[in-house]
T-cell receptor, first 112, second 115 residues
Framework: GQQLNQSPQSMFIQEGEDVSMNCTSSSIFNTWLWYKQDPGEGPVLLIALYKAGELTSNGRLTAQFGITRKDSFLNISASIPSDVGIYFCAGQYAGNNRKLIWGLGTSLAVNP | GEEVAQTPKHLVRGEGQKAKLYCAPIKGHSYVFWYQQVLKNEFKFLISFQNENVFDETGMPKERFSAKCLPNSPCSLEIQATKLEDSAVYFC?????????????FGSGTRLTVV
């Protein structure tokens, strides 16, 4: 099935460091969503982006909807151990079908 | 309630057996989605409903998979004659009528193991 290109695939960082991950697509999206998934749980929405160029923050998290509408990034500042998990980007096309197209995730490990 | 409730949490089936998974969406959410997450974290869209009507079933392997969302009942996803490749975590998500405007709320998933 169709997927987004999400990178990096995994990251291992020290507590307190900043983190950046991104997603790119060959297609234009109407909406970009960033989710975090903990082991044994479903994805939890972190940030939703609806307009090209939009920059949105949620605490230490910041995400942007790329101007071309084909990419998005997520930054985490001053990482803490509970940031550990898998982060997914997901996009939705304009139109009416509402299904999400997913990246394969960025696995984040934080060394205390 | 304010969470998407999926049951059971774990399900083990012998190859060829039937599997049935349930999802209670958040009250007031009009859309329900089923996704399959396989080993490499890939989320595959299966089917979506708008209330009790199938909205998009382009991801469903129709020969063995079926799904329903009936009024006043949990939604269900049924797999007839399971195969080893059906082993995955199946997630249900629901959203308000504006689609992704407020994101989708996911349940905790049902881990299906076919042996």
């Amino acid at each position: 099935g169709q997927q987004l290109n999400q990178s990096p695939q995994s990251m291992f960082i020290q507590e307190g460091e900043d983190v950046s991950m991104n997603c790119t697509s060959s297609s234009i999206f109407n909406t970009w969503l960033w989710y975090k998934q903990d082991p044994g749980e479903g994805p939890v929405l972190l940030i939703a982006l609806y307009k090209a160029g939009e920059l949105t923050s949620n605490g230490r998290l910041t995400a942007q909807f790329g101007i071309t509408r084909k990419d998005s990034f997520l930054n985490i500042s001053a990482s803490i151990p509970s940031d550990v998990g898998i982060y997914f980007c997901a996009g939705q096309y304009a139109g009416n079908n509402r299904k999400l197209i997913w990246g394969l995730g960025t696995s984040l490990a934080v060394n205390p | 309630g304010e969470e998407v409730a999926q049951t059971p949490k774990h399900l083990v089936r012998g190859e060829g057996q039937k599997a049935k998974l349930y999802c209670a969406p958040i009250k007031g959410h009009s859309y329900v989605f089923w996704y399959q997450q396989v080993l490499k974290n890939e989320f595959k869209f299966l089917i979506s409903f708008q209330n009790e009507n199938v909205f998009d079933e382009t991801g469903m392997p129709k020969e063995r998979f079926s799904a329903k969302c009936l009024p006043n009942s949990p939604c269900s996803l049924e797999i007839q004659a399971t195969k080893l490749e059906d082993s995955a975590v199946y997630f249900c998500a629901s959203s308000q009528s504006q689609g992704a405007r407020y994101g989708y709320t996911f349940g905790s998933g049902t881990r299906l193991t076919v042996v």
